[in-house]
């Protein structure tokens, strides 16, 4: 029986020594730049997002593109269900890893 159970484990473990069978492996921990999410914003979002991420408050982004707060409150909340984000914080960090600012 351990003859057998040597040999089948030397047979399941032959590919793992194959660099074919390990390549869909490690393009799956680390994606290409053609795999990762784009994000798919108009011009007037990534300029409301780029105003987050230098810190600007509703009121001072409302100010800076002539609007009402309360449109910049519902550009942001469009925003961050588009790109897949709960907050200002993340959605800054996802640029920032997008390499968008």
Do not use: W
């Not at 069978?21 to 290409?32: F, T």
């Not at 300029?47 to 942001?76: M, P």
């Amino acid at each position: 029986m351990s003859s057998f159970y040597t040999a089948q484990n030397t047979a399941q473990s032959a590919p793992e020594t194959n660099q074919e069978a390990r390549r869909p492996l490690m393009e799956e921990r680390s994606p290409s730049e053609a795999e990762r999410p784009r994000l798919n914003l108009t011009e007037r979002e990534k300029e409301v997002l780029r105003l987050v991420c230098d810190g600007l408050t509703n009121a001072e982004i409302a100010t800076s593109l002539h609007v009402s707060r309360e449109t910049v409150k519902s550009e942001l909340k469009r925003i961050f269900r588009k790109i897949g984000v709960a907050n200002r914080t993340q959605a800054a960090v996802l640029l920032v890893r997008q390499r968008l600012v």
